[in-house]
């Protein structure tokens, strides 16, 4: 029954070791249950969904939807991960 709780344990933390990463930014350690692929897929299957229960594309003022963009690009641009 020890043996089996020590296995249990270490497995647990062995998880939660290759669960971590570093984040770029503050340089500290931080744990993460995605891969960066894993968020793009999950975001690329979420946005339609998502969009429906917002209303639909929103295309009452297009220079807004302009302006949104643009800073959605900035800041891909500025992040240190590689987004589509």
């Known amino acids: ?3 089996r709780t020590v296995l249990l344990a270490l497995i647990v933390v062995l998880n939660i070791l290759v669960g971590c990463t570093v984040n ?16 793009i897929a999950l975001g690329n ?15 009452a003022d ?3 939807a302009e302006y949104v963009t643009s800073v959605g690009r900035r800041v891909t641009a500025a ?4 987004l589509p």
Do not use: C, K, N
């Not at 770029?24 to 692929?37: A, D, N, P, V």
């Not at 992040?79 to 590689?82: L, Q, V």
């Open 24 to 39: 770029s930014i503050t340089q500290e350690r931080q744990f993460s249950l995605l891969s960066q692929e894993d968020e």
């Open 62 to 64: 297009p220079g807004l």
């Open 79 to 82: 992040s240190d991960r590689t």
């Open 1 to 3: 029954m020890r043996l």
């Open 45 to 59: 299957r979420e946005f339609s969904p998502a969009q429906q229960v917002g209303g639909g594309l929103y295309r």
